[in-house]
Each structure stands twice: as structure tokens, then as C-alpha cells.
């Protein structure tokens, strides 16, 4: 078929983008996708902080300061590439099918709910491959810190560091731009709205 991702010399498995504000919903939704796989197809779960970078970045403690919505931003970018190159293409290139947990839009999300231009984000991002599919879990997010989820971990720096609105302002900013991004319909996960495509989501 012309255009098809093996004629453009892409691997031949298939990519799942599952984004959203919550951590835990979005690390769930994402197992449930894999699951319903056939197990000689499964490639697992790519997760955020696969390269350890925001582990370090907790680790670093008060001496490094907060970091700014672009520096947390820019290191999800730079995990990304990581996750891209060591856990998702391998498994495409075996006809894998991966789903990562969170993708691009959630990182868009909550630079766009932190003032970021569209514009930069979206070309910070080009890099990324396109996935097969998309899903939004449109779930609240979790009231503990930590490293739940990249948006309530993102969304708690900024609020410590005196960006001016609080953790949960933040989050429900990220929120309602993940729900205008995707056009919906209802999935098979209580807490989740997918919507397929095979090209890039046009709003951000």
C-alpha cells in the first residue's frame, strides 16, 4: 500500500501514545492496552523517566534550585529521545506493538498550561515518531508528589518555585488542553477517551 510505514522504511510494529494529567490512570490504561495484545506481540510499556533524569533531578535536591516549566520541558525531551531509542523503535523494529506512557501531547499539555508558545513546543517535539494510535485518559490527578505521573511532577516544582499558581490550577490547565486536543470517543477504559490516527493531532 503506498504510504504505508513499511514502504517509507519505518519498523512494522505498531505504537500506542497514551497521554493524560494522571500518572497512575495513564500507566494503567497503558498495561491495558499491551494486555489486550497477543502475547508474541507484546512489547511492553515505555514510561517517563526511563533515563533516570528526573530521578536525578529529585535527588539533586534544594541546591539546584526549581527548575523553570522550559527546563522540565527540555528533559522530558531529552527522556523521551531516550525511551525512543532503547525501548520503542527496538520493539517496533520487531513488529512489536509498544505503548508509551505518557507520549508528546501530555509534555505539550503542560507546557501550554505553564505560558510555553505552541509553536516552540511543537518543534521541540519533531523528532518523535508518529504513533499508530492515540489515547487521552481524561482522569484527575493524583494528590501525592513524587514521580506519579510528568504533569503532577512538573506541575508540583513549578507551584514549589513560586511560578504563581498552584499545583492543582496547573494541572487542570494541562487537563482541559489535553481535552481540547483530542477529538473523542468513548474507550474501553473506564477513564479513558481514544481516538486512532495515523497522523500528527493538528491542535496544540
Same mark, same amino acid.
Given at each position: 500500500?503506498?504510504?504505508?510505514?513499511?514502504? &517509507?522504511? &519505518?519498523?512494522?510494529?505498531?505504537?500506542?501514545?497514551v497521554?493524560?494529567?494522571?500518572?497512575?490512570?495513564?500507566? %494503567?490504561?497503558?498495561?491495558?492496552?499491551?494486555?489486550?495484545?497477543k /502475547?508474541?506481540? /507484546?512489547?511492553?510499556?515505555s514510561?517517563?523517566?526511563?533515563?533516570?533524569v528526573?530521578?536525578? @533531578?529529585?535527588? %539533586?535536591?534544594?541546591?539546584?534550585?526549581?527548575?523553570?516549566?522550559?527546563t522540565?520541558?527540555? @528533559?522530558?525531551?531529552?527522556?523521551?529521545?531516550? &525511551?525512543?531509542?532503547?525501548?520503542?523503535?527496538?520493539?517496533?523494529?520487531e513488529?512489536?506493538?509498544?505503548?508509551?506512557?505518557?507520549?508528546?501531547? $501530555?509534555a505539550?499539555?503542560?507546557?501550554?498550561?505553564?505560558?510555553?508558545?505552541?509553536g516552540?513546543?511543537?518543534? @521541540?517535539?519533531?523528532?518523535? %515518531?508518529r504513533?499508530?494510535?492515540?489515547?487521552?485518559?481524561? %482522569?484527575?490527578? !493524583?494528590?501525592?508528589?513524587?514521580?506519579?505521573?510528568?504533569?503532577?511532577?512538573?506541575?508540583?516544582?513549578?507551584?514549589?518555585?513560586g511560578?504563581g499558581? !498552584?499545583?492543582?490550577?496547573? $494541572?487542570?490547565?494541562? &487537563?482541559?488542553?489535553?481535552?481540547? !486536543?483530542?477529538l !473523542?470517543?468513548?474507550?474501553?477504559?473506564?477513564?479513558a477517551? $481514544?481516538?486512532?490516527?495515523?497522523?500528527?493531532?493538528?491542535?496544540?
Amino acid at each position: 500500500m503506498a504510504g504505508s510505514r513499511q514502504d &517509507r522504511g &519505518r519498523p512494522s510494529g505498531k505504537l500506542i501514545a497514551v497521554d493524560g494529567v494522571s500518572g497512575v490512570a495513564v500507566k %494503567a490504561a497503558a498495561k491495558d492496552e499491551i494486555a489486550a495484545v497477543k /502475547r508474541g506481540q /507484546r512489547g511492553g510499556v515505555s514510561e517517563w523517566d526511563a533515563s533516570g533524569v528526573f530521578d536525578d @533531578l529529585v535527588v %539533586a535536591g534544594e541546591e539546584a534550585g526549581e527548575p523553570s516549566a522550559r527546563t522540565l520541558v527540555l @528533559l522530558y525531551a531529552a527522556d523521551l529521545a531516550f &525511551r525512543l531509542r532503547w525501548e520503542i523503535r527496538p520493539a517496533l523494529a520487531e513488529g512489536r506493538v509498544v505503548a508509551a506512557a505518557p507520549y508528546v501531547v $501530555t509534555a505539550i499539555a503542560f507546557g501550554r498550561a505553564a505560558g510555553l508558545p505552541g509553536g516552540w513546543l511543537k518543534n @521541540l517535539f519533531s523528532f518523535a %515518531a508518529r504513533p499508530d494510535e492515540a489515547r487521552c485518559v481524561d %482522569a484527575a490527578p !493524583t494528590r501525592g508528589g513524587g514521580l506519579a505521573g510528568f504533569v503532577e511532577f512538573g506541575c508540583e516544582r513549578l507551584s514549589a518555585g513560586g511560578y504563581g499558581l !498552584t499545583r492543582n490550577q496547573l $494541572t487542570d490547565r494541562a &487537563r482541559r488542553h489535553l481535552q481540547r !486536543t483530542f477529538l !473523542t470517543r468513548v474507550g474501553p477504559h473506564p477513564h479513558a477517551q $481514544t481516538r486512532s490516527r495515523r497522523k500528527p493531532l493538528a491542535r496544540i
